[in-house]
């Protein structure tokens, strides 16, 4: 299993960003996002089930990020707006078998090895 996220960079507060991953989407009962900076605990982002049904957030993220699906292109993303300093993170895709908790980011069985979001 891969998944290989993509669309990191560098970019002023206010400006967005789109994120990608690479995966077997609809072989997943959960996917998401987390991001990680030195210092503190990963941190769930968005997540939804590929199969369809709600989609959740992180309250920090909250009409500012959009995590979104192509299963036939076989993609995730997180479409980010309205950056600032503190979304400054590694990002990170990942999937589970089962269940879709943010929270427990231990359930999540697959990661990507991230990609960097730099806001400054």
């Given at each position: 299993v891969q998944l290989v996220e993509?669309?990191?960079?560098?970019?002023?507060?206010?400006g967005s960003l789109r994120l990608s991953c690479a995966a077997s989407v609809a072989s997943f009962y959960c996917m998401g996002?987390?991001?990680k900076t030195?210092?503190?605990?990963?941190?769930g982002v968005a997540a939804l089930y590929p199969g369809g049904g709600t989609r959740l957030y992180a309250d920090s993220v909250k009409g500012r990020f959009t995590i979104?699906?192509?299963?036939a292109e076989e993609m995730l993303y997180l479409e980010m707006t309205m950056l600032g300093p503190d979304d400054t993170a590694v990002y990170y895709?990942?999937?589970?078998?089962?269940?879709?908790?943010?929270n427990t980011p231990d359930d999540?069985?697959?990661?990507?090895?991230?990609t960097q979001v730099t806001v400054s």
């Open positions: 993509s669309g990191g960079g560098s970019v002023q507060p206010g996002w987390f991001r030195p210092g503190k605990e990963r941190e979104s699906q192509d299963n895709c990942a999937a589970r078998g089962i269940g879709c908790d943010l999540f069985h697959f990661w990507g090895r991230g």
